[in-house]
């Protein structure tokens, strides 16, 4: 959701930025950041969690927001 938006922006990084890190499609954040679920996996979930300095925990609820 615009959690996931402002603290990716916080850290410098564009969408294309946090998936090459995380290891998944562009397309798949622009979904997570919309709400919307982009079917991903719990590992994948868990690194952009990291990657965001948040818990898999918040990230999962920012999405069901």
């Not at 996931?4 to 499609?25: F, H, M, W």
């Not at 079917?39 to 948040?54: H, K, N, P, S």
């Amino acid at each position: 959701g615009l959690g996931d938006v402002y603290k990716r922006q916080e850290q410098g990084l564009s969408q294309t930025d946090l998936a090459k890190i995380v290891g998944c499609k562009p397309s798949n954040i622009s979904d997570l950041e919309r709400g919307r679920r982009p079917g991903l996996t719990t590992r994948t979930e868990q690194r952009i969690a990291d990657a965001l300095g948040v818990s898999r925990a918040e990230l999962v609820a920012e999405k069901k927001s």
